[in-house]
């Protein structure tokens, strides 16, 4: 674990970071496997695809784990260096370094268990109020202080009444989705929803019983409880570490899908749209929303396969291949629990990503008909720019805009369907017809 952790913090070059990896796995492995040996009390028999050990069972439980672990680090990484290309590529203001103070530990900690959505009067501002939003947080101010400003500054009070026309403030939404996403709110977050849910089926055990552990010997009896509860811990955490990033990802979609135009950085909008700059920034603002929205998603849809992954693990270690390991209806139930959590995370942020590009298109398709219906040349002159740009957003097939048969969840599914796990599920429902 150690080494996962600071082979991040050191320079070393790719290669010498897998060399470096490799290494640690086997040495780790090599004392794990010396410290087995000491404390092995030859109860249990080291036997492996007799179905008489669960030694094997406990290794795969082990292996889970540790690349638990390694899925956590890695998603991690993963989604900040989305978050920097984003903001690169959208010209988003950044998020300024905190030096790290007990005080602003403390205030995480009560923020967590004071999160609420953030409502509409913290990013629909009256077009000045956007502007003026957006200039502040550019210059590297932090988020708070631009919400404190909306809400004492008199020139940017903001009321149910906001003069017209409305902005999305882009950049006040992006800041609350970093502030929401940070490691510390997002880990804390997955931590409690992960105890709540191992609490929960723990209480289920009374009622529908304890599942059958094949051990033999009280070394095998202990070590057993401490894999697995390690494991089905880690494996619960990535589920829920995935479910609160694709969650934080939704919200924003939500709120770009509605009927205010956003507030995109001017520097965005290349040389062949500048026609649309002033008369058609509506239109230029459909399609900057679905183009954000498909490089937002296009991390957070592939992290599904981090979940799957795990429970194929600790899937094909109950096989009776290397134990009596019994299917009962709550471990059955376990199982079935957590591949629905996935899929319906997964499958509402591809129906909520359609949905907004569904509706930005259609917004842009009253334009086009607007103008085609107007027979001054010089207002059909930017319908070519138009009918370009709705090409180009219905043609978007960038993270959650791809189609459903080369959506990432579906082929997470196949992965306990694959190999082994699937001569596991079809040996459990054979056996139970």
């Not at 939704?250 to 002033?278: G, H, I, M, S, Y």
Request: aromatic share 12%; charged share 20%.
């Amino acid at each position: 674990m150690l080494l996962f952790v600071f082979q991040g913090r050191l320079k070393f070059k790719r290669s010498d970071r897998i060399y470096l990896t490799a290494a640690g796995l086997a040495g780790a492995v090599i004392i794990m496997a010396g410290f087995f040996l000491i404390i092995y009390d030859g109860i249990e028999p080291l036997s492996f695809g007799q179905g008489v050990s669960l030694w094997p069972s406990e290794g795969l439980r082990l292996l889970a784990f540790t690349v638990g672990v390694a899925f956590i680090i890695m998603s991690r990484k993963m989604l900040k260096t989305q978050q920097k290309e984003v903001q690169k590529d959208f010209g988003l203001s950044p998020e300024p370094q905190k030096r790290w103070s007990l005080s602003q530990y403390l205030d995480n900690i009560g923020a967590i268990f004071t999160h609420s959505a953030q409502p509409k009067t913290h990013y629909i501002l009256g077009e000045d109020q956007a502007i003026a939003v957006q200039k502040y947080l550019q210059e590297g101010r932090e988020y708070e202080n631009a919400l404190l400003r909306l809400e004492t500054a008199g020139d940017l009070w903001i009321t149910e009444e906001r003069p017209k026309p409305k902005r999305v403030s882009i950049d006040l939404l992006w800041r609350h989705y970093l502030e929401q996403s940070g490691v510390f709110k997002r880990s804390a977050r997955a931590i409690i929803m992960t105890f709540f849910y191992f609490g929960g089926c723990l209480a289920l055990v009374p009622a529908l019983g304890k599942p059958a552990v094949p051990t033999r010997g009280d070394l095998s009896e202990v070590l057993d409880a401490a894999v697995t509860s390690a494991a089905i811990l880690i494996m619960f955490y990535i589920i829920f570490w995935v479910v609160d990033s694709t969650r934080s990802v939704w919200r924003v979609v939500d709120k770009l899908a509605n009927e205010e135009t956003t507030l995109w950085p001017e520097n965005l909008k290349p040389e062949e749209f500048k026609p649309l700059r002033q008369t058609y920034e509506k239109s230029l603002s459909y399609y900057y929303d679905v183009s954000f929205i498909g490089r937002l998603t296009d991390t957070t849809i592939h992290l599904i396969y981090f979940p799957f992954i795990l429970l194929t693990l600790l899937f094909i270690a109950r096989s009776p291949y290397f134990a009596n390991w019994q299917w009962t209806p709550f471990v059955v139930g376990i199982y079935f629990a957590n591949v629905v959590i996935c899929v319906f995370c997964a499958f509402t942020l591809r129906f909520k990503a359609v949905r907004a590009k569904d509706k930005a298109i259609a917004g842009l398709d009253q334009t086009i008909i607007a103008i085609a219906a107007d027979g001054r040349p010089e207002i059909q002159r930017g319908l070519g720019a138009l009918e370009k740009l709705r090409r180009k957003m219905e043609t978007n097939e960038e993270g959650a805009f791809l189609p459903w048969q080369k959506q990432p969840v579906i082929s997470a599914i196949l992965i306990p369907l694959s190999g082994t796990g699937g001569f596991q599920i079809m040996a459990y429902l054979l056996s139970h017809n």
